[in-house]
């Protein structure tokens, strides 16, 4: 297996081996044409995942929580190029993968390729599909309900709908049990890309999802003596009924691309006097959080989600090297937007990630007066909801 490239918790080593066992006794194999089918929808942190552990791969140094974006939705399909061979037969050429991207910026009729198969997505295919990588390429289509230039981490819902679609051709709803299936598709949705594990949840109605960490016990067949075991999965959290009203827009200030990506963002988070301090902060608040989301306290979640985007940030730009996505442009609107919600009223409240374009989550009967607060900016400024 070509596992090596990531090193991937051990019970996703097991469900890996189990898939090429099924494979070794013919209960599982994928041919030319065979398609898989997935979708997901993308989600904005409210207490955000922001710094990875060094030697764990994926593994996030916080606890984290989302809501999730039910209008922003990725859409993929994949295809197998190439055929499956018996075991120890090794094909004379494998088909590379192929990737497709479009979004809703562009008319069905001109589907073109948006974007090259990166090393990352690569050594990505081949690690998930290790039980067949070595004879197969994959095609895949993936397609954006929203413009993939909005700013919004297209990554969790693209990410999250690939696992899905994989899933899907793998016929993994038959082959594994539902909790198997779920950790699968959470494990490797996290390494694609660490958010887009809060966007796999299997379970209806997931609103509001946590990715935290599971203490798990293991014996060793040597030993009488168990060991601790430090996991992350997500849990969908309960949410008291009037969240059914809280709605999401983004205002998006710039479509240039990241001058910092994501990933190495995480990688020096620590490298900032602030991390630790932040990390410590976020495990107390995760719980308030919780609560607060139950109770349908919403100015707690308010200020929670604000001082966290702000905290965040004050990580990014203290760290070495910094980044910088709290730009003059992106304060300016937030303090209006602060002025604004005063004056007006309304239960409302933003937050950002690594880019300049601000989220905003506000209850529906206040929709009129976000889209007031847009038009009174007079800045070419686009809005997405
Ligand atoms: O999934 P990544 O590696 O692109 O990291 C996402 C980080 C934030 O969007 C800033 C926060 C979060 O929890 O989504």
Not at 293 to 301: E, L, Q
Not at 302 to 318: F, P
């Amino acid at each position: 297996m070509q596992s090596a490239l990531f090193s991937i918790p051990n019970k996703l080593k097991i469900l890996q081996e189990k898939l090429l066992a099924l494979r070794a006794n013919e209960k599982l194999f994928l041919q030319n044409g065979d398609v898989g089918l997935g979708s997901a929808p993308s989600n904005i942190a409210l207490l955000k995942y922001w710094g990875k552990s060094l030697t764990e791969y994926q593994t996030p140094d916080n606890p984290s929580l989302s809501f999730t974006l039910e209008n922003f939705r990725s859409t993929t399909k994949v295809t197998v190029l190439g055929r499956f061979f018996p075991e120890g037969h090794k094909p004379e050429f494998i088909p590379p993968h192929e990737f497709y991207l479009t979004d809703s910026s562009i008319s069905n009729n001109t589907v073109r390729p948006l974007s090259d198969v990166s090393d990352k997505l690569e050594k990505f295919l081949n690690a998930i599909l290790s039980p067949f990588a070595t004879d197969i390429g994959i095609k895949i289509e993936s397609h954006n309900n929203f413009p993939t230039a909005c700013g919004l981490a297209s990554s969790a819902s693209g990410m999250a709908a690939l696992c899905m679609a994989i899933a899907n051709l793998l016929n993994l709803e038959k082959h594994f049990s539902k909790m198997e299936l779920q950790y699968w598709l959470m494990q490797w949705a996290r390494i694609g890309s660490g958010s887009a594990i809060r966007s796999v949840c299997l379970e209806k109605n997931a609103k509001f999802v946590s990715w935290e960490f599971v203490q798990h016990k293991i014996h060793s067949h040597d030993s009488l003596q168990a060991h601790t075991h430090t996991d992350s999965i997500i849990k969908n959290i309960a949410y008291h009924s009037n969240w059914k009203k809280l709605k999401h827009c983004v205002f998006v200030l710039n479509t240039e691309k990241k001058i910092t990506s994501s990933s190495d963002g995480h990688r020096v988070a620590h490298t900032s006097p602030l991390h630790q301090i932040r990390v410590n902060q976020v495990t107390t608040q995760f719980k308030d959080l919780k609560d607060a989301i139950k109770n349908f306290d919403f100015d707690v979640v308010a200020m929670l989600t604000e001082h966290d985007a702000l905290l965040m940030h004050a990580v990014m730009q203290t760290s070495t090297p910094p980044a910088i996505y709290l730009t003059h442009e992106v304060s300016h609107v937030i303090s209006e937007f602060i002025k604004f919600r005063r004056k007006e009223k309304i239960k409302a409240f933003w937050t950002l990630d690594a880019g300049p374009n601000i989220h905003f989550l506000y209850l529906s009967q206040h929709r009129k007066k976000m889209l007031k607060f847009h038009h009174s900016l007079k800045l070419p400024i686009k809005i997405y909801e």
